[in-house]
């Protein structure tokens, strides 16, 4: 069993309050951006142009993880609606900032006439790398409760008294899960990224691997079930998980249409 006592809060300023969960997710970020940059060397895009397009994608990412938070625990903020703008104390879902920053990236790129697809492969990358070193303040935080363990060699117990997760009890630690598989799946797609017969096929194939994975972990986590399977929820599918099924069901056809049509076309992983 592994013990965690650290305070999620790393520090405060007035009324700004820094968590690891913030931290990370910053970290995150400019981790991803930076791996974007040096992922679109050699091609038509610049780093420049990564972090022009970053202007528009990181505001939609944000905008859409906390408007998508907010709707799956809308519990937590009915009675007091001025903590939806407190996102610095966490409380953010990737799924949300996916879409939101593949939106806004997608229409400032074209708007900027610059390669979409080409674009959003090396994006796709610095994102699953950026997601899970975003999860390292998850971890720390005790955020996403993770099912019971009790016994499990690597269970995961949290004992600070400021803990966002449940003190004292052995749990799954789901989000050490998602960050093994991510950083496992970010290797992937760079070995993927050199070999893939016409661009856009790396960001499907980002789509189908961290569903995957998202789909899988979320069964060691306590979730908010949205998708019973039973009448009193075991074994349902809590809101992130049936996002991600609907994206591996979209995926998967949509891979090999594109396969289909670069083998049709003749085109070579350079194109």
Known sequence: MIEINIDPNMFSLGPLLITWHGFFSAVGLAAGLW???????GTRVTADDVYSVAMAAVPGGIVGARLLFVMENWHLFADRPLGILAINEGGISIYGAVIGGSIAGALLTRF??????????????GLIVGEAIGRIGDIINGEHHGREAEGLPWSVTYTHPQTLGEPGVAVHPAVAYEMVWDL??????????????????????????YSVGRLWTGFFRKDT???????????????????????????????????????????????
């Open 184 to 209: 496992a799946m970010g290797a992937l797609l760079y070995w993927f990224l050199r070999r893939q017969p016409r661009s856009g096929l790396t960001y499907v194939a980002y789509l189908f691997v």
């Open 35 to 41: 791996l974007t940059a040096k992922l679109v060397e």
């Open 112 to 125: 900027l006439k610059l390669p979409v697809a080409l674009l959003a492969d090396r994006a796709a990358i």
């Open 225 to 271: 079930i949205v998708l019973p399977a039973s009448p009193t929820g075991d074994a349902g599918l809590g809101m992130a998980q049936l996002i991600a099924a609907v994206l591996i069901a979209v995926s998967i056809p949509w891979f090999f249409t594109m396969v289909r049509d670069a083998q049709r076309r003749g085109l070579s992983p350079t194109t």
